[in-house]
């Protein structure tokens, strides 16, 4: 794709399959399943294992939708920018503002991750505090992090994805070192591991609702995989591959590890007094433990720890492995919201939501280093206003929220715009997938607030504070720029002499066009208007209005021919036109250059049922700001008689006159038949309206 930002920069493609399905992996394994996984087994108990399949049973349809729309529109912004298509930029604010902060919160979950286990690795097996107490050191520590990495995502996306694979190789080493240390752990003490798993269900369903919501972040990868569209290299087929690898590597994973977690502790004195000992960063544990506990329940308590102490049972130093590797992971994770983040920052701001500084491209890196900053400021401000636990809980309200508009605007797309896109990958079972997603979104969304009410607080005061910023700053821009994103002139020619009325005609059919141009000269000189006659050249949704050039071929050529028999006494103006749609440009042109009234042709047939005359002329009709006259340009060369149905109504005198400007001049006398129809009357036509005596010119 050429250049349409500042100075000329654009994203480079250079992340191929495998960088973009480590980003994917990266961001789902992150810190998630370090963090979350001790926290979720304290609600679900063995159970959990059911949470994590479900949670990925359910992923597989939003998955669907994310890989769809990610192959027909690769572009940064993802599910804001889908919104935006399915319903305009004005309601496409609310989820690009949420989509920016769940990136941002989810963030600071991992730098907060970092900074844990970072501190206790230092002060438990090191004795180094630095002075410091534990809160500060985990702050500090979170803080680096996010520097580190809005640095490494402002040098480039190849720097951000060798990063990113090196980690994620890291860790998915580790984790399969654990998984399979624990399997052989549960087949050396086959009792405990089946008195672990005893009884399956200790907090009933709720338990596993509220598990799936807790730990609903660690699915939400591919949303990240979508936001590098315009640096993949082949995005049609690698984002959707890109999606389905990582969502099948993700989801066996957690499985399997949850199934060791629960299957393998064994509850040792030691790890009951570290348990009872142990208070969990960022206050996630509130309830103490009961004298004769469960495995289950010590894993809740130890929280974020708990995964590392289970496999200092199973491994050699396994404790001190999981913590390294929960560190790895936790950049993984940061690293991939990092880019994420600035990648939905860029396209607000391209979209002139946002400042303008949001969409500025650096031209040495072609990253966009305004967002990335501000993204890294806004994760690090998180980091140290919130607890880990309620970042985690808001994270997850955040992108269930998200997942239910881009599943909605899945079925928009689809059904209106469909045969205009390029897929390189099409869900089945439209429009069920997304109606499901749709449901099971909703469903985790209103139960979590049993989990968190303050997850709630924050979500829902965040969209408010989104609001306000829409109403303050963003809508006045989006009113300013309105027509510019819809349509966009490549070339206009104007006659000397104008009007003081305008009649838009589009043209679409080269065959048919002297006939729509002869019935609009003949309008024009009973209005006193000129007209302005235009080609409309459709590209698809994924390119940008700037490109649009090179769709056009011989537009020019055969607007000049069929423009050569518009009479010399009537001025006409001529312009090419790019835009998403053929009806949308046809209104904005109608409202940017306010006619007063569009002439359409018609083929005289539809291609779907649903629409009256067509999908264009449907929607110019409703949306036009001014008067449509759509003419049916096959049939009779030149029409003898002309009927006008009328009750004489407001617009009875208009449709006469039109129907006037419809026909040829005659030479016999006009005389009103018995049926209604009109006759020749020598340059007249008369019209039956509510009376057969009424008379028009």
């Not at 108990?45 to 669907?64: R, S, W």
């Not at 607000?348 to 500084?357: C, E, H, L, N």
């Not at 400007?661 to 018995?674: D, E, F, L, V, Y």
Request: aromatic content about 10%; charged content about 15%.
């Amino acid at each position: 794709m050429a250049s349409d930002a500042e100075g000329g920069a654009d994203f480079a493609r250079e992340l191929t399959l495998l960088d973009v399905t480590f980003i994917g992996v990266g961001a789902m394994i992150g810190g998630s399943i370090f963090v979350l996984s001790g926290l979720a087994a304290g609600e679900s108990g063995p159970a959990l294992i059911l949470a994590f399949a479900l949670n990925g049973f359910i992923t597989i349809f939003t998955g669907m939708v994310y890989a769809e729309l990610g192959s027909a529109i690769p572009e940064p912004g993802g599910g804001y920018l889908w919104v935006r298509t399915a319903l305009g930029r004005s309601q496409a604010f609310l989820s690009g503002w949420m989509s920016w902060f769940a990136h941002a919160v989810a963030g600071s979950l991992y730098i907060l991750s970092f900074g844990s286990f970072v501190t206790l690795i230092l002060t438990e097996y090191f004795g180094i505090t630095l002075g410091l107490g534990d809160t500060q050191l985990q702050q500090g520590f979170a803080i680096v992090a996010a520097a580190v990495f809005t640095y490494i995502n402002y040098r480039g996306a190849k720097e951000t994805s060798r990063a990113e694979n090196l980690v994620t190789f890291l860790q998915l080493l580790i984790i399969v070192a654990f998984i399979v240390a624990g399997v052989a752990a549960m087949f050396r003490r086959p009792q405990i591991t089946a008195a672990n798993f005893e009884p399956f269900f200790p907090n009933g369903a709720g338990g596993v609702f509220l598990a799936m919501g807790l730990t609903f972040i660690a699915f939400e990868g591919y949303e990240i995989i979508v936001q590098s569209g315009r640096e993949v290299v082949n995005p049609r087929e690698n984002i959707p591959k890109a999606v389905f690898y990582s969502m099948f590597v993700v989801v066996t994973i957690y499985v399997l590890v949850g199934a060791v977690l629960i299957g393998g502790v064994e509850l040792t004195p030691e790890l009951l007094e570290t348990a009872r000992t142990t208070d969990s960063i960022g206050g996630s544990t509130v309830e103490a433990l009961p004298a004769d506990p469960t495995g289950w329940q010590v894993l809740g308590h130890l929280g974020e720890f708990g995964l590392a102490q289970a496999a200092g049972q199973f491994l050699p130093f396994g404790t001190l492995i999981i913590l390294v590797t929960g560190i790895l992971s936790s950049l993984a994770a940061l690293n991939a919201t990092t880019f994420s983040s600035s990648r939905v920052g860029y396209a607000m701001g391209k979209d002139s939501v946002f400042p303008d500084a949001f969409e500025r491209i650096h031209p040495d890196h072609q990253t966009p280093h305004i967002s990335i900053v501000l993204s890294g400021a806004l994760i690090a401000v998180m980091a140290v206003s919130l607890p880990l636990a309620q970042v985690a809980a808001a994270t997850d309200l955040m992108f269930l929220l998200l997942f239910l508009q881009v599943n909605y605007s899945m079925i928009r797309i689809r059904r209106e715009q469909g045969e205009e896109l390029e897929y390189g990958y099409i869900s089945p079972y439209f429009p069920y997938v997304p109606i499901v997603g749709i449901l099971t979104k909703l469903f985790l969304a209103i139960y979590f607030f049993n989990y968190s009410p303050l997850a709630w607080l924050l979500a829902v005061g965040w969209i408010l504070t989104g609001l306000v910023v829409f109403l303050v700053y963003s809508q006045g821009r989006i009113r300013r720029t309105e027509l510019a994103s819809e349509v966009r002139v490549l070339s206009e020619e104007r006659s000397a002499a104008g009007r003081p009325n305008q009649i838009l005609v589009p043209i679409a059919n080269p065959d048919t066009a002297h006939r729509l141009l002869e019935l609009a000269t003949t309008l024009a000189r009973q209005t006193d208007s000129e007209l302005l006659v235009t080609t409309v050249v459709t590209i698809p949704v994924q390119t940008p209005l700037e490109e649009g050039e090179s769709y056009v071929e011989n537009e020019r050529e055969w607007l000049d021919e069929a423009l050569a028999g518009v009479p010399d006494d009537v001025p006409a103006h001529r312009t090419v036109t790019i835009g998403r749609t053929a009806g949308r440009s046809i209104v904005s042109l109608a409202q940017q250059y306010d006619s007063d009234q569009v002439l359409l042709g018609w083929r005289g047939q539809r291609r779907r049922r649903e629409y009256v005359l067509g999908s264009t002329i449907d929607y110019v009709v409703e949306e036009a700001p001014c008067d449509v006259v759509v003419a049916k340009s096959s049939g009779t060369e030149h029409p003898r008689r002309v009927l006008v149905p009328t009750d004489g109504g407001p617009h009875s005198e208009r449709a006469e006159g039109i129907a006037g400007g419809s026909s040829r001049p005659w030479t016999a006398n006009s005389r009103c038949s018995p049926s209604g129809r009109t006759r020749p009357s020598g340059n007249r036509i008369s019209t039956r309206a509510s009376r057969c005596s009424k008379r028009k010119e």
